[in-house]
């Protein structure tokens, strides 16, 4: 029997282990089983707690196909409740090893417990080679691509894990789940891409909803709004400092101009309890 707890930053949720405790042999099959929405727990995929020898815990999540990805802003802002919450660690600040490097939270209490968390996600990757995506060597601002005979100016920026940010008029009615997967899987991708589709509303404010890779859409992508936030500057449509709307909820974003690191600042909660049989 596995013990697990599900939390969720903005509707973005996922499935946590104590793997220092309770050691998974086969995450992916696991990954794959318990985010099943009609014969598992259901969620966007599952992280594991575990020991690091670099920081204070290490963080490893697969999506809901069952593949490894570097980082995810909400999944690691609920990592940090986790181990604040379950008394793993006693400290506010904490240092969390993951595929996209070391993250540093700060997390703000409400009762006791963890409500809000800010994660410095590092600086931007603009570099095409270093994304990935295929190519001329450099940036990849608004550069068109073809998918299905509809031409796409696409932003590309990792965030850790690689992103692909499209403006569009009417992001609540635009064809996610269609154009999504075709972006997500483009022969430019070598390790796909996420892919954010965004309308912005003012210069300091935008709404966005996000194609999540291996895992399909989801209520909110955290690193997708860093990436959003990157991109807004970039291409001289939004401002430094923005609020994103996304289905499950808002963040706060902020690429800083000193240090030219991005900025993530966000709620998680605790869903519930459970055991696994294993």
């Not at 590309?156 to 997967?181: C, L, Q, R, T, W």
Request: aromatic fraction near 8%; charge should be neutral.
């Amino acid at each position: 029997m596995l013990p697990f707890t599900k939390l969720h930053g903005i509707g973005n949720d996922y499935i946590y282990i104590n793997a220092i405790k309770y050691p998974v042999k086969n995450p992916k099959k696991l990954a794959i089983a318990m985010s099943n929405r009609h014969f598992g727990v259901g969620s966007d995929g599952l992280i594991l707690i575990l020991p690091s020898q670099k920081a204070d815990f290490r963080m490893r999540m697969f999506n809901a196909d069952g593949s490894e990805a570097e980082m995810c802003g909400n999944g690691i802002r609920a990592f940090a409740k986790y181990v604040y919450d379950h008394k793993l660690t006693r400290n506010t600040t904490i240092s969390v090893e993951t595929l996209a490097g070391i993250k540093h939270l700060k997390c703000t209490l409400k009762h006791g417990k963890v409500h809000t968390v800010t994660v410095d996600m590092g600086q931007p990757i603009l570099l095409r080679e270093k994304i990935p995506m295929m190519g001329n060597p450099g940036m990849v601002i608004e550069e068109e691509i073809h998918v299905d005979g509809v031409k796409f100016p696409i932003t590309a920026v990792s965030m850790g894990n690689p992103h692909a940010v499209i403006y569009v008029e009417d992001v609540k009615n635009f064809p996610v789940e269609k154009y999504g997967p075709m972006i997500e899987n483009h022969e430019l991708f070598p390790k796909r891409t996420n892919v954010e589709f965004v309308e912005i509303v003012n210069e300091k404010e935008v709404i966005q909803r996000t194609w999540e890779r291996g895992s399909g859409e989801t209520l909110a992508c955290g690193t997708g709004a860093s990436a959003v936030t990157v991109a807004g500057v970039l291409t001289k449509k939004t401002a430094r400092k923005l609020k994103v709307h996304l289905t499950g909820g808002d963040l706060t974003i902020e690429w800083n101009e000193k240090d030219n690191h991005v900025y993530l600042t966000g709620t998680a909660e605790e869903v519930f309890e459970g055991v696994w049989p294993e």
